[in-house]
C-alpha cells in the first residue's frame, strides 16, 4: 500500500468503528427491551390478568415493580399471595394501590405499636382487639387478616383507603402503599 493508501485507511477506520459501536449498542438495546418486553413482561400481566380481583396491572421494567389495583379486597390474603408469587417469578416487588387519608395514615403510624406488641408477645387476639378500638376512635371502618407470614391491614374512611402488608417476623420489609 502507498503513504496515500494508508492515510485514507487510518481515516476511514476510526468512523466506522465508532458507527459499528453505536449500531451495536442499539441492537443490543433493542434486543434487551424487546427480551424484558416479550419474555417477562407480557407473561407476568397475563399471569396478574387471569386474577379475577386484579382491576389494574402497572408494570414499571425498569424498577422490576408491579404495582396492582385490586377490585376486590375481600380475601385480601390469599390474593396478595397468589399475586406476590407471580411477581416474585419475575423478580418484581409487588405494590398495591390504595388512597390513604391523612387519619388513614395517622392510624397505620399508630397502628404499629400494636402490630409489633402483638407480634413480639404472640398475643395477636388482643392486637386484634386493639386495632378495632383504634378504628372505632377514628371512624375507620379496617379489616385485619393474619397468616402465616403476614398481618394484613386493610382500611377505608369514606373514599379512602389503605392496604399494609406486614411480615410477621419482624426484621422484614413492610408493604405499605404510599
Excluded: H, W
Aim: one cysteine or more; charged letters at 25%.
Amino acid at each position: 500500500m502507498t503513504e496515500r493508501g494508508i492515510a485514507m485507511f487510518l481515516d476511514f477506520k476510526p468512523k466506522i468503528i465508532v458507527v459499528a459501536a453505536v449500531i451495536c449498542s442499539l441492537l443490543l438495546f433493542g434486543l434487551y427491551f424487546a427480551y424484558s418486553k416479550l419474555l417477562v413482561d407480557n407473561p407476568l400481566a397475563a399471569k396478574l390478568e387471569v386474577i379475577s380481583q386484579v382491576q389494574e396491572i402497572e408494570i414499571d421494567s425498569k424498577d422490576k415493580v408491579v404495582t396492582i389495583m385490586l377490585s376486590d379486597k375481600k380475601n385480601l390474603p390469599d390474593t396478595y399471595r397468589r399475586i406476590e408469587r407471580e411477581a416474585a417469578s419475575a423478580a418484581y416487588k409487588l405494590e398495591l394501590i390504595d388512597n390513604p387519608s391523612e387519619t388513614l395514615e395517622e392510624f397505620y403510624n399508630r397502628s404499629q405499636f400494636i402490630v409489633n406488641e402483638g407480634l413480639a408477645l404472640g398475643k395477636f387476639t388482643e392486637m386484634l382487639a386493639q386495632l378495632e378500638d383504634l378504628a372505632r376512635e377514628n371512624e375507620i371502618q379496617g379489616k385485619y387478616y393474619i397468616d402465616d407470614q403476614y398481618i394484613y391491614l386493610d382500611l377505608e374512611q369514606g373514599a379512602n383507603s389503605l392496604i399494609a402488608v406486614m411480615p410477621r417476623n419482624l426484621s422484614g420489609d413492610v408493604n405499605k402503599n404510599d
